[in-house]
């Protein structure tokens, strides 16, 4: 079953020349990947970049013909939606002087570096009117989207259980700067198990329940390679946790997130219905080759057809599209923090050694419907809808 057959009501193109003013506060590794992202989108204008480092932003604003501005100069210049790409221990702080200058808001994952922080975010949005979006957008992408159509259709019949794997050794040998990997707030299920979380909750709705078991390694780890070798970072947060998550429509999820392991031959998730079960790709990326098999019938490849590439900025573009329409954009706040929650107590639960109930819920966000790339005025290339 591929997408297109689904009855879903086309998205509204946007009008030529509609670009909404966007601007970005962090000037670091990830920025080049959202700046090239944002520009595939034709309803959105990149006007300017801050940091707190004056100097990180002159160099990526001069790559792009961009003014590198002060963080105030950038709040309160002609920016509609601000992305914060700062680390997670700031996401709270610089998110608050967003809002409070009248600026819609959209987030590097996580929320914020806790439940409780991220909770004030979005009381604060509410009180101003004024909207939160959040990464990882990847489940926007044509794998997410798949999956999502075979869901809803019920070609798997009601999910049961699954499995979600992301393991691997750590950022320690290619990030500059690793250490903040390592601090509350990041760590491999805050970093890098939101992505499988956030996919999960897209295709099975909200989490109920979490228990967790939680380990660290090694205490202090040394940096291999690159400008900072030879230099040791202290470990503050878990780096191999291990949840059981279950979800309101009665499903049971396993997942395991890791920086301590070196390599392993687990699928990156996978879905167990009543009448077969789905393998997805790395939800980490927007493309890449689905398998679904029913019962005991064989295997069967499934490949998404577009946005199939690196579309870092994705949910910017549907959330500026949101605006301009008054729908819910759909990597939004309430699902941002309903997975922050569940990442949070997933820690607590391991910390306690007991289960944790959530307190939040989230409706799963609208599927992609026909129309959308052209809705976005999204410009398709070769080298763009590469898979991953």
């Known amino acids: 079953m591929k997408m297109n057959e689904l009855q879903l009501k086309p998205e509204t193109p946007t009008q030529p020349g509609m670009a909404t003013p966007v601007a970005i506060i962090g000037a670091g590794d990830i920025f080049p990947a959202y700046a090239a992202g944002l520009a595939q989108f034709g309803t959105l204008r990149l006007v300017g970049v801050a940091d707190a480092r004056p100097e990180a932003a002159a160099a990526q604003a001069q790559a792009l013909g961009l003014p590198a501005l002060s963080v105030d100069e950038l709040l309160a210049g002609e920016a509609q939606i601000v992305i914060n790409l700062t680390p997670p221990q700031a996401h709270r702080a610089v998110g608050e002087a967003v809002l409070k200058a009248g600026k819609h808001l959209y987030t590097e994952k996580p929320l914020a570096g806790s439940f409780a922080d991220g909770a004030e975010l979005m009381e604060l ?3 101003l009117g004024l909207r ?9 992408g044509g794998a997410g989207q798949l999956a999502r159509s075979l869901v809803d259709a019920g070609q798997l019949g009601r999910i049961v259980a699954g499995q979600a794997t992301m393991m691997e050794r750590g950022p320690d040998d290619w990030h500059p700067n690793p250490g903040f990997f390592y601090r509350p707030g990041a760590g491999p299920l805050m970093d890098m198990g939101v992505y499988y979380l956030t996919q999960l ?3 099975l709705g909200p989490i109920t329940r979490v228990k967790g078991m939680a380990h660290t390694s090694w205490p202090i780890r040394q940096i291999p390679r690159g400008p900072r070798q030879g230099e040791s970072i202290q470990v503050e947060t878990p780096t191999h946790l291990v949840a059981g998550l279950e979800f309101e429509q009665g499903a049971f999820i396993t997942l395991s997130t890791s920086f301590d392991v070196w390599k392993h031959k687990s699928s990156h998730l996978e879905l167990y219905g009543e009448r077969g079960s789905l393998v997805l790709p790395d939800p980490n990326q927007f493309g890449g080759v689905l398998e679904s098999c029913e019962a005991d019938g064989d295997w069967q490849a499934h490949a998404p057809q577009s946005f199939t590439g690196r579309h870092r900025g994705l949910g910017v573009a549907d959330m ?11 990597a939004n706040g309430e699902m941002a923090l309903h997975v922050l929650e569940a990442m949070d107590a997933v820690l607590r639960a391991a910390e306690k050694n007991a289960p944790v109930s959530l307190r939040t819920r989230c409706a799963r966000p609208d599927p992609v419907n026909p129309g959308f ?3 976005l005025q999204f410009k398709s290339s070769p080298k763009q809808e590469q898979r991953a």
């Open 373 to 375: 790339a052209e809705a």
């Open 201 to 203: 909750v897209q295709l």
């Open 132 to 140: 939160i979006g959040c990464a990882p957008d990847t489940f926007l």
């Open 125 to 127: 949005a509410t009180a």
């Open 320 to 330: 500026a599209e949101a605006l301009r329409s008054g729908r819910q954009h759909r």
